[in-house]
């Protein structure tokens, strides 16, 4: 069964510091994987996309990996601001467009002062 | 360039009821799609379209349909509402292809339906 996990399910860190998400995920093959950042009461915004070939994908402070042997990706989020609490998305879709995007349970980052 | 705009933004129905949702993507996107979301199941895909015509479609019973008109502006219909059914329902555009292809997917900011 294709499935996404996300850890760890909640993050607080102090504004200024580095951190990363992780993101396993057993769809295979896969078209591509996202990662996208979602405010509260909002629709989510994309970080990054990646196809299977690709390992690494920066975008600004977010930086996200990718190892297709292990399945398992991550985000890394440099220098956090107080803007970058939200929850952080990963989305996995298929390579055949019968089998539907999966979505991560996503990780809840609250960056604090 | 206006984004994707959803329409209403909040939405109060009772059981048994139908509900129309609108989205309109942004100028010159030709795909969109639905995703339903909720803090038990998270983001779930319902369907897409794409110059009118359903490519993909997830696993919601058929009380969930849509539709996309000529100017790619899409609706979707809930019939037969259930309490289940609460949920915020994003709609995103994407120039060409959906979530399974290497497009940019913009998401709306969603209507909130909560169903009594």
């Known amino acids: 069964k294709n499935q996404v996990e996300q850890s760890p399910q909640s993050l607080i860190i102090l504004e200024g510091k580095n951190c990363t998400l992780q993101c396993n995920y057993t769809v295979s093959p896969f078209s591509n994987l996202r990662w996208y950042k979602q405010d509260t009461g909002r629709g989510p915004v994309s970080l990054t996309i990646?196809?299977?070939?690709?390992n690494t994908k920066s975008n600004g402070r977010y930086t996200a990996t990718l190892d297709a042997d292990t399945k398992q990706s991550s985000l890394h989020i440099t220098a956090s601001q107080l803007s970058d609490s939200a929850s952080y998305i990963c989305v996995v879709s298929p390579k055949t467009s019968y089998d539907k995007v999966i979505f991560g349970p996503g990780t809840s980052l609250s960056v604090i002062p | 360039k206006a984004g994707v705009t959803q329409t209403p933004r909040y939405l109060i129905k009772t059981r048994g009821q139908q509900v129309t949702l609108s989205c309109s993507p942004i100028s010159g996107h030709r795909s969109v799609s639905w995703y339903q979301q909720t803090p038990g199941q998270g983001l779930q895909f319902l369907f897409e379209y794409f110059s009118e015509t359903q490519r993909n479609k997830g696993n919601f019973p058929g009380r969930f349909s849509g539709r996309q008109f000529s100017n790619s502006r899409s609706e979707m219909n809930v019939s037969t509402l259930e309490l289940g059914d609460s949920a915020l329902y994003l709609c995103?555009?994407?120039?060409?292809?959906?979530?399974?292809?290497?497009?940019?997917?913009?998401f709306g900011p969603g209507t909130r339906l909560t169903v009594l």
């Open positions: 990646m196809t299977f070939s690709e």
């Open positions: 995103a555009s994407s120039l060409l292809g959906g979530a399974t292809s290497y497009n940019e997917q913009f």
